[in-house]
């Protein structure tokens, strides 16, 4: 009898620490942290109802394209795991990426369930522990590192720089990309100086305070313009206010707009990384017209980050030392010669659009040109994107934005 | 003594009970199928960090929707819940949609997890059911009925024909939206033969074999062309086989353009619901490009559905009811008149591109021409979009089509 009450306890107190440990892993993810799926290997192509990677393996096929399984070998660092982020590190999760590094400091709220990933259940955990069971869940080959921190802070900017040098997917080596997916100026600026210091290529992604429009934009320091050369938005559109996040101000968001923000980007990544299709310096999305506007820009010779105006002396020598011929129609393809800073409209604004569209051409230095213009049958309420004649230089505008 | 083995085996007996609940409710959908927030009686728009819908009211005092509360009068249904209709759902889910009606007969499979939504723990359930026990965990406000069928056998078409008729928020009445999310061209045009018959509107979407393109259409039956009337890609650009999935091929698909195009679908349906933007016809998705054509199309009068032929009289009688200067402004707005289907090209493409542009013109009926060009510097691997003079007529396209 004795025995058979201790064995009944022993019982107990197992059931209950399963139960414990089941509902705390319902808690952080959804999943049970890695046991969804067994670990694999090597990527197969395939073609079996249990294979994961069989319709990743069939770009290859599909003649898009030539080594997918190179998806493995990189390290992305995605800063900021809110309506943006945590979709893009879903995507390269489910993409097959080698290392995802997520830094982020707030915490999941039930004030974020408009946007897509994290669940309700998930209230109060912090954003990137709980992004990295559901994560981990979703495919266990993928390695993650996650900071629960502030890049911005003097201590943690040091920590960044030095996991951006030395995260990548060997320790040691520097990561591959960083993805910026944070929602305010400051946070931009920070990653801009480290990018810039390190040489090192990442993607700004924005979405307006409205929730109807967003961008995505590459810069490679030294070749295409940096966020302190000229916020991508303000010589876009003119939209600066609305575009970044002020402080009391509760924006609107949409998980339709962060979606399309968070597809387009992660896009762009891959075809960077694996080599196809043509990469976009920027792409913004008008989403009340269903328009998306590209462009490029040189960086600005002038540009108040030194190592800036280092990477760009940097550039030019690497320049110079390639053989004549392909520099030549490289620079061709990517900048235009005609304007100070090289930014130009690509296709998606017709001679006679810009001749009918409406609002005056805003105060912009000599040289920039806005990206995109209003069609004459505009509606009231985009106002977001309306070309305003404010009578302030982009100077006048960013010295703005950094008093915000 | 007695007493505490009877107690203790009551514990073990009530632990295994809820140890069972907790492993079925995580294997089924991740949450705990409604108890991650309370039920919501009315949207308020108060800025709190427990508000799931702050940012969603936040959109009225942005004045881009003048009454987002109005969400949750609607009923969708959406035929297809793989890789773009899961993720539709979830988006209408969290913008708090009042009833969302399911469609498919797929199970979950680990070679879907290169796409968002479906967790690996899912494996082997009904699409249906894990997206339905997903989704009320996000958002418990909304109301569900799915159906475990396909929709294009004789049985199961008749009674998909009176869930769209009757299954309203209020049953009875009809669903405001269908959308088709579906892979194959059977089940679209049966989604078609059900719209026309009821004259109700409703979305088309789709992504490319190759992974790399896709579209949305808005379909109003007698207004603007039906699937019978003209595929929409085969009309945009020549690139019916890989659109549409054929039979034992495995298709690539990526996260990424599924993302994009479950965005942009949900996008037009709030912009269509919600009375607020330019609700799009058409709009495709170049991924290699970063390229988004848009368009519109007018009914066929030869179109070989004949509920499609009597839409159209009655949507001509109606128009011929209104007040002339309305009439005449609205048409001139979506509709040109200088060719015979009415399709025209909205401002994408610039006459210098058009000009530039290499490859023939397919062979296509008179009044019909392709609804993107590719430009002159163009890369061997987007062989997809290129237009190709196959001297294949559309009427033979779409014989072809219909023999898959």
Chains 1, 2 share one sequence.
């Not at 030019?316 to 800073?341: F, G, M, S, T, Y």
Request: hydrophobic residues 40%; proline residues 4%; charged residues 25%.
């Amino acid at each position: 009898m004795a025995e058979s009450v201790e064995r009944l306890q022993q019982r107990v107190e197992e059931l209950e620490r399963e139960l414990a440990q089941e509902r705390s892993r319902r808690a952080l993810g959804g999943g049970d942290g890695g046991g969804g799926r067994v670990r694999i290997e090597k990527m197969s192509p395939e073609v079996v109802d249990s294979n994961p990677y069989s319709r990743l393996m069939a770009l290859k096929r599909m003649g898009i394209v030539n080594d997918y399984e190179k998806i493995r070998t990189f390290a992305i660092a995605i800063v900021g795991v809110g309506g943006v982020g945590s979709v893009t590190a879903e995507m390269l999760t489910r993409c097959g990426i080698g290392k995802l590094l997520l830094f982020d400091y707030d915490k999941v709220e039930l004030a974020n369930m408009n946007r897509l990933f994290f669940q309700p259940h998930q209230a109060g955990l912090s954003k990137v522990q709980a992004a990295e069971y559901t994560l981990r869940n979703i495919n266990p080959d993928v390695l993650f590192e996650v900071h629960n921190y502030n890049i911005t802070t003097v201590e943690n900017f040091q920590h960044f720089m030095d996991r951006i040098s030395n995260g990548g997917l060997e320790e040691g080596k520097p990561v591959d990309l960083v993805l910026s997916c944070v929602d305010n100026f400051e946070a931009r600026m920070t990653i801009n100086t480290a990018c810039n210091e390190l040489g090192q290529t990442w993607m700004e992604s924005g979405v307006s305070e409205n929730a109807v429009s967003g961008h995505i934009q590459l810069i490679i320091p030294g070749e295409s313009a940096c966020f302190a050369c000229a916020p991508p938005l303000v010589v876009a559109a003119n939209i600066d206010e609305k575009t970044l996040k002020r402080e009391g101000v509760c924006a609107a968001s949409l998980p339709t707009t962060m979606g399309v923000v968070a597809g387009i980007l992660v896009q762009n990544v891959l075809k960077f990384l694996l080599n196809f299709g043509t990469v976009s310096f920027y792409l913004g999305y008008n989403a009340m017209q269903d328009f998306f506007p590209t462009m490029s820009m040189k960086p600005n010779p002038q540009c108040d980050d030194r190592n800036c105006r280092k990477q760009q002396e940097e550039y030019k020598k690497k320049v110079a030392a390639l053989p004549k011929p392909e520099v030549v129609q490289e620079e061709e393809e990517i900048i235009h010669e005609d304007n100070e800073w090289g930014i130009e409209l690509v296709s998606e604004v017709s001679e006679e659009e810009l001749k009918n569209s409406s609002g005056p051409v805003p105060d912009l230095p000599e040289g920039i040109t806005v990206a995109y213009t209003i069609p004459e049958k505009q509606e009231d309420s985009v106002a977001e994107v309306t070309v305003e004649d404010s009578g302030e230089s982009l100077e006048d505008l960013m010295a703005k934005m950094k008093n915000m």
